[in-house]
Nanobody, 125 residues
Framework: QVQLVESGGGSVKAGGSLRLSCAFS????????MGWFRQAPGQEREFVAV????????LYADSVKGRFAISRDNSKNTMYLEMNSLKPEDTAVYYC??????????????????WGQGTQVIVSS
């Protein structure tokens, strides 16, 4: 069992920045891949970024490359998503998720085993 808690969402103007955090507990974290997903009203849940806890490999959606950065702090059992140059189309509920393997990095929500409750991000023009 893994428990995930997101924080750091809020409202920001276009071009601004936010940093989301995901604190987790419940198992040996070196076994996990940890990812961020987002879902806008009326839309499917979409992949944002993922990181392997063991070796730090990362994968990003094309829509956020160069603007967002995923990272981890092993001592705090926390994952971060630094979001820069935010656009109105980034508005969504952002979810932290965990997958029980680090060997491959997946973009598919159905392959993740644990989910947080989500945190709202609103970007205004």
């Amino acid at each position: 069992q893994v428990q995930l808690v997101e924080s750091g969402g809020g409202s920001v103007k276009a071009g601004g920045s936010l940093r989301l955090s995901c604190a987790f507990s419940g198992r040996t974290f070196s076994d996990l891949a940890m990812g961020w997903f987002r879902q806008a009203p009326g839309q499917e849940r979409e992949f944002v970024a993922v990181i392997s806890w063991r070796d730090g490999r990362t994968l990003y959606a094309d829509s956020v490359k160069g603007r967002f950065a995923i990272s981890r702090d092993n001592s705090k059992n926390t994952m971060y998503l630094e979001m820069n140059s935010l656009k109105p189309e980034d508005t969504a509920v952002y979810y932290c998720a965990a997958r029980r393997t680090w060997v491959t990095l997946s973009m598919l929500p159905a392959q993740y085993n644990y989910w947080g409750q989500g945190t709202q991000v609103i970007v205004s023009s």
